[in-house]
């Protein structure tokens, strides 16, 4: 079985999506508000991924829609 890479290079940041390794979209309860109940939403990265990027625990990312087909998280640049 071969495994295909697909790189996406923004700025100096390089992302490897493997399609062996894909993740999953969890919802899950956050908390009842007003008698509605809040949800958040949470992808799981890979740990190897995560050592990759170089990124902590703690960092702060940010989100992009990229033309309503899909989403681009990158760590939020320090200001």
């Known amino acids: 079985m071969s495994i295909w890479y697909i790189k996406i290079v923004v700025s100096h940041l390089y992302i490897r999506y493997q399609i ?3 993740m999953k979209l969890q919802k899950q309860k956050a908390r009842e508000y007003k008698g509605k109940t809040i949800y958040k939403y949470v992808i799981v990265i890979p740990p190897k991924d995560i050592g990759e990027l170089g990124w902590t625990e703690g960092i702060k990312v940010e989100g992009t829609v990229i033309n309503g087909k899909g ?4 760590k939020k640049a320090e200001c």
């Open 20 to 22: 062996a390794n894909i």
């Open 71 to 74: 989403y681009f998280i990158s």
